[in-house]
């Protein structure tokens, strides 16, 4: 009578069974901690694109009409270009810094020059300036991390008398548009949600008034 047992050949079939499981078990787990850290990863890249669009957003809507200093014609502190944008906000460039600043915003590739971002410089416009030169001094701050193109638009009329339109670039140097259009690529090729920015003020916000003339000149805020 033979002893009660499990023979080799159920023995090798029953680890075979067990290391496919133990495989498909693994597979799955890697799986679902790769999917986890991917959608983790792409939560905190949607969050910090919200944060910069959203800080992009308010800086703008704290457009000054400040005017430089030209004696040959009336120019606003604003360069609308298709890549690249410059106004003054009445937001400080600094926190023991008050007054107003200069602003720019454009892509630049990153330390590694492997991709490019969206990026803001910021400086303290001087008595007598006459354009965005301090700019190139200026702070830089990481506004989208990732973005490989970023495109404005502006809509806006030339004079009174012409009807208001959008246009891939704000040449009136007198004027300032109503609105301010920004799309951006990410560096995988996707177009992400634009972004539509009313401005708030108008040219004449920059002037101020006496009983003799009116003066349209560059004015801090009181604080």
Known sequence: MRAPGFTLVEMMVALVLLSTTMLLLYSG???????WDAGDVNGRRTADRRLGENFLRREL??????????????KVAFEGGANRLRFVSTRAPGV????????GIETEEDRDKRTRDLVMYRAMPDDEAKDFGPLDRGEKHLLVAGID???????????????????????????????????M???DGTLL????????????AGC???????????????T
């Not at 009329?157 to 300032?176: A, L, Y």
Request: aromatic share 10%; proline share 6%; net charge positive.
């Open 149 to 183: 193109e970023v495109t404005f638009a502006y809509f806006g009329s030339e004079n009174e008398f012409t009807d208001p339109k959008w246009q891939d670039t704000w040449d009136h140097v007198g004027r300032i548009p109503e609105m301010v259009r920004i799309r």
């Open 96 to 103: 023991q810094v008050g007054g107003i600043s200069l602003v």
């Open 29 to 35: 787990l890697s799986f679902a901690l790769r999917s």
């Open 208 to 222: 101020l008034e006496n009983s003799f003339q009116r003066l349209c000149r560059p004015r801090r805020p009181t």
């Open 61 to 74: 809507g704290e457009l000054f009409p400040m005017r430089f200093k030209d004696a040959t014609q009336l």
């Open 185 to 187: 690529k990410a560096r």
């Open 193 to 204: 949600p634009e972004l539509v920015v009313r401005l708030a003020l108008g040219e004449e």
